[in-house]
């Protein structure tokens, strides 16, 4: 079965507070998005790439990233929407209706996603036809109320915390998006989308090193990972 990867790197970066956006900043000398596009262009399950970016940023992208990247000619590129899910609604259609493969939703700033998890999580896709990365909760969780006081301790037993390449048959897949808007659903990631629908979604276990780098911090930690991803 073919295999489309979308990779979303439409968003403002707003928690890292930089000025540039943060999918673009470098890590070790290579920028962040063009490590993730290249863990996707070395899978061979993988046969085309969809990057969803702000539209403001297509020439640079072209000009300053696309040369960093083998086969470029495999990635077309979608305008980033309002929301993640927006860009990946935008590059759905961009794929277009006639696509019968899976596709392989991917945050442009989780760079350390190893060739084993992506086989994995495809494989299982390829099998039940809706697979996420995750891995289990490993910390205690508490909620916390009214002026940071905690307000109760909850149980970590069956909490995983969602990681991507999450990959689902792409019917499925639009078909989720088309209801969440019919329906004004906005959600944090496209398996809670597909799940709405009753679907089964597989969990397959990753690996905290497939960190998305969110705050300033994350690029620290980054720096620890990349002798395991030297390009
Ligand atoms: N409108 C948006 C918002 C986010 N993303 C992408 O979704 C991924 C995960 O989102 P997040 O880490 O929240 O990125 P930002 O929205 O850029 O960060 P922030 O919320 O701090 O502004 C990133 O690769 C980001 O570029 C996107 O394609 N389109
Ligand atoms: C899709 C995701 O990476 C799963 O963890 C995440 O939900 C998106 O990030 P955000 O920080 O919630 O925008």
Redesign the pocket.
């Known amino acids: 079965m073919q295999i489309a990867a979308i990779i979303?790197?439409?968003?403002?970066?707003?928690?890292?507070g930089a000025d540039t956006r943060?999918?673009y900043l470098e890590l070790g000398g290579i920028p962040i998005l063009v490590r993730t596009l290249r863990r996707f262009l070395a899978c061979p399950q993988v046969d085309r790439i969809v990057l969803?970016a702000p539209a403001d940023d297509f020439s640079f992208i072209q000009s300053d990233l696309f040369p960093l990247l083998p086969e470029r000619h495999r990635i077309v590129l979608a305008p980033?929407?309002?929301?993640?899910q927006?860009?990946v609604y935008n590059a759905l259609i961009t794929l277009g209706p006639d696509f019968e493969g899976l596709v392989a939703v991917h945050?442009?700033?989780r760079p350390f996603v190893s060739p084993e998890e992506l086989r994995r999580v495809c494989e299982a896709g390829q099998r039940f036809g809706a697979a996420i990365l995750a891995v289990p909760a490993f910390e205690t969780l508490k909620r916390v109320g009214d002026e940071e006081t905690i307000a109760g301790t909850l149980s970590r037993e069956g909490l995983w915390m969602a990681q991507t390449p999450q990959v689902f048959r792409c019917d499925l897949l639009a078909a989720a998006h088309e209801q969440a808007r019919e329906n004004g659903v906005l959600g944090t990631d496209d398996a809670s989308l597909v799940e709405r629908m009753g679907v089964p979604v597989r969990v397959v276990t990753g690996s905290r090193c497939n960190i998305?780098i969110?705050t300033p911090d994350d690029l620290d930690l980054a720096a620890l990972f990349l002798p395991r991803f030297p390009f």
């Open positions: 979303v790197a439409g968003g403002k970066g707003l928690r890292m943060k999918q969803a980033g929407g309002a929301e993640r927006g860009s945050d442009g700033v998305k969110t």
